[in-house]
């Protein structure tokens, strides 16, 4: 039946990836700007541990003893619909049971398997927290469909059948047995030998195994970085029969339990990890094509008043006034590299040496100056 349930986990994660994937059509004259592109479906996976707490008519009496709790394992598949809701389905598998004791009343135990497959929902209250956080409670609300083979432990390990004794005892022998001063104390080897439903001690036949639930369930997730969370917390799980430790109202004598439903409760914790890319959102900006847009043409601002636009002016600050080329520099008629507006020659041989006014340079002036240098 495990099979069964994992089948189903690895068709909904199927259904997760195609359902992720969108197409679009539209005018192609004029061409719209691209649509944003969709996240690729990055699912959630957790694994995690955690206890059942049975609550219908078998109850623990005492404390649950570690060497006597009954573990459960959960595989998580997960998707965020938006900031505060994520939908999740899981597979549970795991022991459940209780153990009753009385001196002198009913004495009763059970044992069941349970293997579930489920879905819910959950609200993580992103509307009320502070946008950088590190810890978030949540709740769930879900339903499940699980099976359970409950058992019962009536014999020790060498087949005594136990008979509960009014002083608290267990022995060999009932009570009112002619023997039973020679009856020898038993312990409980607490293997759940007995199939409670082939047992039929009520007469209810071959009941259902299989049943469904609705969950609800709260708890704290911690954001332990971008992609890993962990989470502890509890869910009550009403299932929708009553044959889990196989005592119900009809049951005979003082076997006979209440007309509600059984309950279990399960405390877990689990690690989570966000296959993801990115957790930040699409910038809108980022999908806008802008190729044929004249960015050039859109600024107009002339620093200078040189009649020339910023975008295309080489020579940003030149004075007011100062005639200018297309490229917004000022003109330079003889070429010797001074702007016309500074020159103090303005019509110097081409290629002579000049100095920062624009005076041609003779060669006794450098030869001075390199004998200064030295």
Same mark, same amino acid.
């Given at each position: 039946?495990?099979?069964?349930?994992?089948?189903?986990?690895?068709?909904?994660?199927?259904?997760?990836?195609?359902?992720?994937?969108?197409?679009?059509?539209?005018?192609?004259?004029?061409?719209?700007?691209? /649509?944003?592109?969709?996240?690729?479906?990055?699912?959630?996976?957790?694994?995690?541990?955690?206890?059942?707490?049975?609550?219908?008519?078998? +109850?623990?009496?005492?404390?649950?003893?570690?060497?006597?709790?009954?573990?459960?394992?959960?595989?998580?598949?997960?998707?965020?619909?938006?900031?505060?809701?994520?939908? &999740? !389905?899981?597979?549970?598998?795991?022991?459940?049971?209780? #153990?009753?004791?009385?001196?002198?009343?009913? +004495?009763?135990?059970?044992?069941?398997? @349970?293997?579930?497959?489920?879905?819910?929902?959950?609200?993580?209250?992103?509307?009320?927290?502070? /946008?950088?956080?590190?810890?978030?409670?949540?709740?769930?609300?879900?339903?499940?469909?699980?099976?359970?083979?409950?058992?019962?432990?009536?014999?020790?390990?060498?087949? +005594?059948?136990?008979?509960?004794?009014?002083?608290?005892?267990?022995?060999?022998?009932?009570?009112?047995?002619?023997?039973?001063?020679?009856?020898?104390?038993?312990?409980?080897?607490?293997?759940?030998?007995?199939?409670?439903?082939?047992?039929?001690?009520?007469?209810?036949? *071959?009941?259902? /195994?299989?049943?469904?639930?609705?969950?609800?369930?709260?708890?704290?997730?911690?954001?332990?970085? &971008?992609?890993?969370?962990?989470?502890?917390?509890?869910?009550?799980?009403?299932?929708?029969?009553?044959? @889990?430790?196989?005592?119900?109202?009809?049951?005979?004598?003082? &076997?006979?339990?209440?007309?509600?439903?059984?309950?279990?409760?399960?405390?877990?914790?689990?690690?989570?990890? #966000?296959?993801?890319?990115?957790?930040?959102? @699409?910038?809108?900006?980022?999908?806008?094509?802008?190729?044929?847009?004249?960015?050039?043409?859109?600024?107009?601002?002339?620093?200078?008043?040189?009649?020339?636009?910023?975008?295309?002016?080489?020579?940003?600050?030149?004075? !007011?006034?100062?005639?200018?080329?297309?490229?917004?520099?000022?003109?330079?008629?003889?070429?010797?590299?001074?702007?016309?507006?500074?020159?103090?020659?303005?019509?110097?041989? *081409?290629?002579?040496?000049?100095?920062?006014?624009?005076?041609?340079?003779?060669?006794?002036? @450098?030869?001075? /100056?390199?004998?200064?240098?030295?």
């Amino acid at each position: 039946m495990l099979k069964k349930y994992t089948l189903l986990l690895l068709v909904c994660v199927l259904s997760f990836s195609l359902g992720a994937s969108t197409t679009s059509s539209g005018d192609s004259t004029p061409p719209p700007p691209p /649509e944003p592109k969709p996240p690729s479906f990055s699912p959630i996976v957790g694994l995690g541990t955690g206890v059942f707490t049975f609550l219908g008519e078998v +109850n623990n009496r005492r404390l649950v003893l570690p060497h006597t709790s009954r573990i459960a394992y959960e595989l998580s598949v997960s998707k965020d619909l938006n900031d505060y809701l994520n939908l &999740r !389905f899981y597979v549970l598998f795991g022991k459940m049971g209780a #153990n009753e004791r009385s001196a002198g009343g009913r +004495n009763l135990n059970f044992e069941t398997q @349970i293997r579930m497959g489920g879905l819910n929902l959950s609200y993580n209250f992103h509307h009320l927290l502070p /946008e950088k956080r590190i810890a978030e409670p949540y709740l769930t609300l879900g339903f499940e469909s699980f099976e359970f083979l409950s058992k019962t432990d009536l014999y020790d390990r060498y087949g +005594n059948k136990y008979y509960y004794w009014s002083d608290g005892s267990i022995r060999n022998l009932d009570e009112s047995d002619p023997f039973a001063p020679s009856a020898i104390y038993l312990t409980r080897d607490y293997t759940y030998e007995s199939d409670i439903r082939e047992m039929n001690l009520d007469g209810f036949g *071959k009941y259902p /195994e299989r049943s469904w639930t609705y969950t609800a369930g709260a708890g704290m997730s911690l954001l332990m970085n &971008r992609h890993m969370t962990f989470r502890i917390g509890a869910s009550m799980h009403f299932a929708m029969t009553d044959y @889990i430790d196989g005592v119900t109202a009809n049951s005979t004598g003082n &076997r006979a339990g209440d007309a509600r439903n059984d309950r279990f409760l399960m405390t877990s914790f689990s690690i989570h990890y #966000n296959f993801s890319k990115t957790t930040e959102s @699409i910038n809108p900006l980022d999908t806008v094509d802008f190729s044929d847009v004249d960015f050039y043409a859109l600024d107009t601002m002339d620093t200078d008043r040189d009649k020339v636009k910023d975008p295309r002016d080489r020579c940003q600050g030149t004075p !007011f006034g100062v005639t200018v080329d297309t490229t917004g520099c000022p003109t330079d008629m003889d070429g010797d590299l001074v702007p016309d507006y500074l020159d103090k020659e303005p019509n110097s041989d *081409k290629g002579a040496l000049v100095d920062e006014f624009g005076v041609t340079v003779d060669d006794s002036l @450098i030869a001075l /100056e390199w004998r200064m240098y030295n």
